[in-house]
């Protein structure tokens, strides 16, 4: 694993002359009918109340294995938001959501207002829900309503740091999606991801596309735009993984403890601010000092270990586990400092009940759940379960990251997957055009900084990095950072890229 600095390498300071980057950034052709051979697309109107005027969907068949493209068929949920100038207009942006388990289309519904004020008309603005999640083709797992909570997908070890319950959770797991999951379940692979992107390309009929793919989405960018290049217009990486074709999601996931730990005194400043106690936040201040925040929360967590606590949802108690997951929760973005705030003083507090948010005390759905783990498992192969091996990571990991005590490292059911990766992932090189952006906010919890800076190096002079001195995962059109949403706006509007990696203060 890297080692990560605040401050260290800020970017990697290319100096690649502007004209060149302008030669590869010429506009993309107007839209024209379907490519021969690909499905039309009906598209109706599916606005929804909060969502952007004019909003249309359509579904989209896709093979249910490419290698049998006349085989069975499955429906994608597809969505669009026309150009509102169509004067301006000069192509087409896809939006890839993260997760796995993201749903583009509702990520149209919530960004596609913003987005479209940015682009200026420049885009028809179209996304997809992939294989797996809302409105598109499903699997399901069978899984028991207690192996479907996040604190239970997620892998933290039980006190002291033991994994025997995380090693028979995960074969219990494991066996049901195997049993349950059929081919629907084994097709939901970030390659077919990228196939299925390139079809949907094809029945809009462009030669070419522009893209912003943010988190798990941005690996998935990075994966066409390398199997691609000729169909890549301007493309955006947004919270950007590690790219390592031998770990890809494992690598994610034990990244996670640089992450937090990076991130947490953002948390930690703003949760000792005396302004926690005069602007009316029900008095959130957690301590006199920002070192006096960490030991709080690891005591805290440990003594909910030791005693979980009962909250507002039956049978749901808070434990140190469903602290620690809240915590990670919140990490994610400044606004959710309050309400993890709160939760760790109705912990404290022992005449209060703990509050849980929904994101803590229930239970995904069987199908969110069954796609959660179905890509990660089905990507790559993840090392066998010797329970020994495990033991010694999360010990390792629980001295050295407290804050996430293990989970990164400790065992999941990929460990016990009983259907071998149908493929290799693919190795991000530098071939190709010189016409992609990243963007990465410094202290980032969930894809640090340090794997942003593997796959930098990994596209070397196709990308451009604008690094964000903020904390939290997401930049464009989601931290509040004016440089780095001009910085992107400016390239997908006008090609306009710096000529070297560059930064962004707070």
């Known amino acids: 694993m890297p080692t990560y600095s605040h401050r260290a390498t800020r970017t990697l300071l290319l100096a690649l002359s502007a004209a060149a980057v302008a030669s590869t950034l010429s506009a993309a052709p107007a839209a024209g009918a379907a490519t021969a051979g690909s499905p039309a697309l009906a598209w109706q109107p599916c606005a929804k109340d909060g969502g952007p005027a004019g909003q249309e969907c359509a579904k989209l068949p896709v093979p249910l294995d490419y290698r049998d493209p006349d085989g069975p068929q499955l429906s994608l949920a597809v969505s669009r938001l026309r150009s509102d100038r169509p004067e301006a207009r000069r192509g087409t942006l896809l939006v890839i959501a993260g997760g796995p388990g993201g749903s583009g289309v509702q990520r149209l519904t919530q960004k596609g207002a913003a987005l479209r004020k940015e682009m200026a008309g420049a885009y028809d603005i179209v996304s997809f829900d992939p294989r797996g999640v809302g409105k598109s083709a499903t699997a399901s797992c069978g899984l028991d309503e207690g192996d479907r909570h996040l604190v239970t997908l997620r892998s933290w070890p039980g006190q002291d740091g033991a994994i025997a319950d995380s090693l028979a959770r995960s074969r219990r797991v494991a066996d049901a999606c195997h049993r349950n999951g059929g081919a629907e379940l084994r097709s939901f692979t970030t390659a077919n991801e990228v196939r299925d992107i390139e079809r949907f390309r094809r029945a809009l009929g462009e030669e070419r596309l522009s893209a912003w793919g943010s988190s798990y989405g941005a690996y998935v960018g990075a994966v066409y735009a ?6 890549t217009d301007r493309w955006v990486l947004d919270s950007i993984g590690d790219p390592d074709p031998a770990r890809v999601a494992r690598g994610w996931l034990a990244n996670m403890s640089v992450g937090a730990e990076s991130r947490f005194p953002d948390f930690a400043a703003w949760a000792s601010d005396p302004a926690r106690d005069e602007e009316g936040l029900e008095g959130l201040r957690l301590a006199q000092r920002p070192a006096d925040v960490r030991p709080m929360f690891l005591a805290l ?19 140190g586990n469903r ?6 929760n919140a990490l994610y973005s400044d606004s959710a400092f309050p309400r993890l705030a709160r939760l760790i003083k109705q912990a404290q507090d022992p005449g209060s009940t703990p509050v849980l948010t929904p994101d803590i005390a229930g239970a995904l759905s069987d199908q969110d759940a069954a796609v959660t783990m179905a890509v990660i498992c089905n990507d790559v192969r993840w090392p066998a379960p010797a ?11 629980r001295a050295r990251y407290p804050l996430t005590a293990g989970m990164p490292v400790n065992v999941t059911p990929c460990a016990f997957w009983k259907d071998a990766p149908a493929e290799k992932p693919t ?16 202290r980032d919890p969930a894809t640090p900084y340090s794997g942003a800076l593997k796959m930098r190096e990994a596209l070397g002079d196709r990308a451009r990095l604008v690094t964000v001195e ?28 710096p000529a070297r990696d560059t930064y962004c203060a707070d």
């Open 226 to 231: 390398q199997k691609y290049p000729r169909h």
């Open 323 to 328: 602290l620690r997951q809240a915590l990670q």
């Open 387 to 397: 329970a020994s091996s495990y033991e010694r990571a999360v010990a390792a990991d």
């Open 301 to 319: 967590a440990a003594e909910l270990d030791r005693e979980p606590k009962p909250s507002d949802t039956p049978n749901v108690p808070l434990t």
């Open 427 to 442: 190795r991000i090189t530098g071939r190709g055009p010189s016409n992609i952006l990243m963007v990465q906010n410094l």
């Open 470 to 497: 903020h904390g939290g995962h997401g930049v464009y059109l989601g931290n509040g950072n004016a440089c780095g949403d001009r910085e992107v706006t400016t390239f997908l509007t006008t090609g306009g890229r």
